[in-house]
């Protein structure tokens, strides 16, 4: 790790340089209170994903979705993302 940060230089630069873009795109949104995420990431994807993240909160593996007609297979649908890293964002 030392010789590619030696090779690389500091890391701060490359963070500014993610960042500032990022804010210059993002903010403006968010000052006027309008949403981040449209369409079926908010109508769909996201309450799925906030499920299975309840489900690990609460000691559960997600493999059913009880809240959909008789229920549905959960950790199957590719949509929750049940084993996606970024799920632990939900729990």
Do not use: E, K
């Not at 769909?44 to 007609?69: A, C, D, E, K, T």
């Amino acid at each position: 790790m030392n010789r590619i940060r030696a090779h690389i230089g500091p890391v701060w630069p490359y963070l500014v340089l993610i960042a500032i873009p990022t804010a210059v795109f993002v903010l403006p949104d968010l000052l006027a209170g309008r949403l981040l995420i449209t369409g079926d990431n908010l109508q769909q994807n996201y309450p799925l994903h906030v499920l299975v993240g309840s489900m690990y909160r609460h000691g559960q593996l997600p493999f059913w979705n009880p809240y959909i007609f008789s229920g549905t297979p959960l950790m199957a649908d590719f949509n929750a993302g049940a084993f996606h890293p970024l799920t632990g964002l939900f729990v």
